[in-house]
């Protein structure tokens, strides 16, 4: 049997990363991203871009940064995601402040952010309500679209909504946004109509939360992921309590899991004030966004 690879006896840039990316091949969450995940964390100690360092990988780190790294790994390894490290995760060509109350923006939700700034578009001062806005990533993305939407954000959480505030603030759209603090529609007033309601509510089922890779199950909120004994719970609330929101013609983006279309439309299809819309894709091909039109 082989020698177990001995530590470098100088720890550069190009040294730490390609021990770590080893390193967190064979212990961490997800090995596939091992190289890409040492390199986001070195970045971040340092305080630098991530192409930064490979125009400076014969440089040595000063001992407190090689200290401060080696606890991030340590803390990646016990399946802490990669964003609650940093601090951030990109989204819509943006970077967005998160923590543990928020949870993550992932790629999928860009296709209903590219579908609602595309009905936008053609509006004269749009009005949107997000419904769950988490980190705000969907409401400050859309308050930053050429067509300046209003723009209604709820949260039933109050750790979230200070993380949207400073989201709004950072991307200068907090003139355009008025944060709420109540479940669904429960804190919007009762005359507020609007062109577009948007939302990425809960939606995983029990079962498929054991089923979660840990980073997510153990980390993330579960206010924001448990979608009742079937997933649907607030579609089911959601389409009820819609029609009064919506202006004539205004338009309902839901994201949706990759097996509840067809559940959702049916849901959409019981109401008589909606006409059902197309379900669109994410870059993966899979059903992401369910759409319905107020009558």
């Given at each position: 049997?082989?020698?177990?690879?001995?530590?470098?006896?100088?720890?550069?840039?190009?040294?730490?990363?390609?021990?770590?990316?080893?390193?967190?091949?064979?212990?961490?969450?997800?090995?596939?991203?091992?190289?890409?995940?040492?390199?986001?964390?070195?970045?971040?100690?340092?305080?630098?871009?991530?192409?930064?360092?490979?125009?400076?990988?014969?440089?040595?780190?000063?001992?407190?940064?090689?200290?401060?790294?080696?606890?991030?790994?340590?803390?990646?390894?016990?399946?802490?995601?990669?964003?609650?490290?940093?601090?951030?995760?990109?989204?819509?060509?943006?970077?967005?402040?998160?923590?543990?109350?928020?949870?993550?923006?992932?790629?999928?939700?860009?296709?209903?952010?590219?579908?609602?700034?595309?009905?936008?578009?053609?509006?004269?001062?749009?009005?949107?309500?997000?419904?769950?806005?988490?980190?705000?990533?969907?409401?400050?993305?859309?308050?930053k679209e050429k067509a300046a939407p209003r723009v209604t954000a709820v949260d039933v959480s109050p750790d979230a909504l200070d993380v949207a505030k400073r989201n709004a603030e950072k991307h200068a759209v907090d003139d355009r946004i008025t944060f709420l603090q109540g479940d669904l529609f429960g804190p919007v007033p009762a005359d507020a109509t609007f062109d577009l309601v948007v939302s990425n509510p809960p939606y995983v089922t029990p079962a498929e939360l054991a089923t979660l890779a840990p980073d997510v199950r153990d980390h993330e909120p579960r206010l924001a992921l448990d979608g009742g004994p079937d997933g649907l719970a607030f579609y089911r609330r959601i389409a009820a309590e819609v029609g009064p929101s919506l202006k004539p013609g205004g338009w309902l983006l839901v994201e949706i899991g990759a097996t509840q279309d067809e559940a959702v439309r049916a849901i959409f299809a019981d109401r008589p004030e909606l006409e059902l819309g197309k379900t669109l894709r994410d870059a993966g091909g899979r059903p992401r966004v369910a759409c319905a039109r107020r009558r």
């Open positions: 049997m082989p020698p177990a690879p001995q530590p470098p006896t100088v720890w550069t840039i190009k040294a730490l990363l390609d021990w770590t990316a080893d390193f967190l091949a064979k212990k961490g969450p997800d090995p596939k991203a091992a190289r890409l995940e040492a390199q986001i964390l070195l970045a971040h100690v340092l305080g630098c871009k991530k192409i930064d360092l490979m125009v400076r990988y014969d440089e040595q780190p000063a001992e407190a940064d090689r200290t401060a790294y080696r606890e991030l790994i340590k803390r990646r390894v016990d399946a802490w995601p990669v964003a609650y490290l940093v601090g951030f995760r990109e989204f819509h060509l943006l970077p967005f402040e998160v923590t543990p109350a928020v949870l993550i923006p992932r790629p999928e939700t860009e296709t209903l952010v590219s579908e609602a700034a595309r009905l936008l578009k053609p509006l004269t001062a749009p009005t949107v309500l997000d419904l769950g806005t988490g980190s705000g990533c969907i409401a400050v993305s859309l308050a």
